[in-house]
């Protein structure tokens, strides 16, 4: 049944997994070559399972013994001629069928569509990152290492790729920023000789500075802002651009959004970014109209974790005319947000039991791809936005659970996404 609420209804792009049927006719087979038996009384499941569970092959009941009748006369017998009885010959058991292997099932592929806007988030260099790239469509590349040689190869691999890098800073106290603009050309001052090596110039499209900074209050995103002002108008005069922001998950409270206009007016004269992270768990949904895990995509919804940067756009820079072009510089399943349900977890590999009790199924990276792919549906239909980095490929030690990376993961099922897609 259609929400009510929606005005468009987004077709789900799950994978199918033919795999009931398949075991059926295996149990068939092995059922007609065996004698009849009374089955055991079925044990009530605590809950419906989606496939079938392995079933027993049947053992024939045993053949009753025949009885031997002797030709010989008895004591009390007349010595009659006796008729010799034909003796039947014992009975031959009926050989077990060799059992049919049950046939892998096999995931349906996602369905064409349009151009993605799904990109990754790399801690360091990788060869499997390229096989990704090579599809022609991942939108954005946000990444830890700014090694010359592998920004260049990114460009080389996917030109239109848009490459985000991130300066190493220790997290920034707000409320000792006193002075903005002395810390902004002090930044300035350590990045610039990176930044404007010459084959990162021609690679890196925009920098950030600090990591998921955290205003408490208005004087706080004010300092905020002049510092994300200034730094960006030192990194255009040598010609390198910036991604002003990057706050967390949530974050900032959106009665502040006024107090970094100076920010945002210094990204759009410069043609910077805004980036913004968005996560939620124990699903992607979470925190949307879509919460636990609707498959719809209506493009005047919004979330508070997920698609919380429409509250941003709606509520404050489309009004103001501030709108300037969007980075979702991490995305993704993240179990550390707050009031949630489900689970204890971190990255989405510690979810995929929840998902299966959702009535997903035992796939998790399919699963989560799917999520993904929810998501990419809803960034599609905002011109706006650029790109979301799904966090983590080639991960740090320490986040793993958040790996996309392997044929054990999200790698296959993303690839095979992303390849049905137009090339940007």
Not at 273 to 295: F, V
Not at 308 to 321: F, G, W
Request: aromatic residues 8%; charged residues 20%; hydrophobic residues 35%.
């Amino acid at each position: 049944m259609s929400d009510p609420n929606m005005k468009k209804t987004h077709t789900r792009l799950r994978r199918r997994v033919l795999l009931a049927v398949a075991i059926s006719a295996v149990v068939l087979v092995v059922l007609a070559g065996c004698p009849a038996r009374t089955p055991p009384p079925t044990p009530t499941p605590t809950r419906t399972p989606r496939t079938l569970g392995p079933t027993d092959t049947p053992v024939p009941s045993p053949t009753e013994t025949a009885i031997f009748t002797s030709p010989l006369p008895t004591p009390e017998s007349t010595l009659e001629p006796v008729e010799t009885p034909t003796v039947s010959a014992p009975p031959t058991a009926t050989a077990s069928p060799e059992p049919t292997a049950t046939p892998t099932p096999q995931a349906t592929p996602f369905p064409p569509g349009p151009a993605s806007k799904l990109g990754l988030f790399v801690s360091r260099n990788d060869p499997r990152i390229f096989d990704l790239l090579r599809t022609g469509n991942v939108a954005v590349v946000k990444t830890l290492e700014y090694d010359s040689n592998f920004v260049a190869e990114i460009k080389q691999v996917s030109p239109d790729t848009l490459v985000v890098a991130r300066f190493d800073l220790p997290q920034i106290d707000l409320s000792t920023l006193t002075d903005p603009e002395a810390a902004a050309r002090e930044f300035a001052d350590k990045l610039l000789p990176i930044a404007t090596d010459p084959g990162r110039l021609a690679s890196i499209d925009a920098w950030e500075a600090y990591n998921e900074p955290v205003p408490s209050d208005g004087e706080q995103m004010a300092r905020l802002a002049r510092f994300e002002a200034e730094r960006t108008r030192l990194l255009a005069a040598a010609g390198v651009r910036s991604v002003i922001g990057n706050f967390g998950t949530g974050q900032p409270d959106l009665a502040l959004w006024p107090q970094f206009r100076p920010a945002l007016e210094a990204a759009i004269k410069y043609k910077g970014y805004l980036g913004l992270h968005e996560y939620s768990a124990p699903t992607m949904q979470h925190g949307s109209p879509q919460d636990p895990l609707g498959w719809g995509t209506d493009p005047a919804q919004t979330g508070w974790l997920t698609l919380r940067y429409r509250k941003v756009y709606r509520e404050y820079l489309e009004p103001n005319k501030l709108t300037l072009p969007l980075i979702l510089t991490e995305i993704g399943i993240d179990g550390l947000v707050g009031n949630r349900p489900g689970p204890e977890g971190a990255g989405w590999q510690d979810f995929g039991g929840y998902w299966d009790e959702l009535g997903m199924g035992k796939d998790a990276p399919g699963n989560y791809t799917e999520q993904l792919a929810w998501y990419d549906a809803s960034l599609q239909q905002d011109d706006y936005v650029l790109g979301g980095a799904i966090f983590a490929a080639a991960a740090s030690p320490g986040w793993e659970s958040y790996e996309i990376l392997g044929d054990g993961g999200v790698e296959p099922f993303l690839k095979q996404y992303l390849s049905v897609h137009p090339v940007r």
